[in-house]
């Protein structure tokens, strides 16, 4: 089945650390992107990317990083830099264009941070 | 700055009514619109879009409404559900290679 999956379901990680969260899709899509939500604040840009070795920040890049090696995943890091990084993170991966294919969404990742 | 504005937070609807779930935008540039459903700890699935050159889109019992002038989109869900309870988000996309920019949502519930 095509899709797109995100690793772990749930992570903790103890402050000071980095984590990476995984997402891989067999959509063939160029483009993936990571977003974040927040209760009450919608779902936050934090990178895109539309082609393999390519990504740009979105509206909240500070204190992530992210790498497109493979056009199937694009891993998010989260460093020790980001303030407040307990938060669900949702990947997603389109055609390049997105009047082409609607966004698809993985299952999202809970971080917390203990 | 927001660019999409969905200005009410949540919405109670009974079941076999009809549902509005509104969505103003600020981004003069947006020229395709989505909505979503997201269910909690679930990632958004798509529901309906529609293109600026288009006031309305339907498909099955949901209807998406755009008001270009007004800047203006609209969701009608005819009749609710139950299972419609979830959240929605409005989401809109400018020319180009450009990422979805989405609104904060709305939690809409449908009352038996």
């Known amino acids: 089945d095509g899709g797109i999956t995100q690793s772990p379901k749930y992570l903790f990680r103890k402050e000071g650390q980095n984590v990476t969260l995984s997402c891989e899709q067999n959509l063939n899509h160029d483009a993936m992107y990571w977003y974040r939500q927040d209760p009450g604040q919608g779902l936050r840009l934090i990178y895109y990317s539309q082609i393999v070795n390519d990504f740009q920040k979105g509206d909240i890049a500070e204190g992530y990083s992210v790498s497109r090696e493979k056009k199937e995943s694009f891993p998010l890091t989260v460093t020790s830099a980001q303030k407040n990084p307990t938060a669900f993170y949702l990947c997603a991966s389109s055609s390049r264009s997105l009047r082409d294919t609607e966004a698809f969404f993985g299952q999202g990742t809970r971080l917390t941070v203990v | ?112």
């Open chain 2, 1 to 112: 700055d927001q660019q999409v504005k969905q200005n009410s937070p949540s919405l109670s609807v009974q079941e076999g009514r009809i549902s509005i779930l509104n969505c103003d935008y600020t981004n003069s540039m947006f020229d395709y619109f989505l909505w979503y459903k997201k269910y909690p700890a679930e990632g958004p699935t798509f529901l309906i879009s529609i293109s600026s050159i288009k006031d309305k889109n339907e498909d099955g019992r949901f209807t998406v409404f755009l008001n270009k002038s007004a800047k203006h989109l609209s969701l009608h869900i005819v009749p609710s559900q139950p299972g419609d309870s979830a959240v929605y988000f409005c989401a809109g996309v400018a020319p180009g290679n450009t990422p979805l920019v989405f609104g904060k949502g709305t939690r809409l519930s449908v009352i038996a």
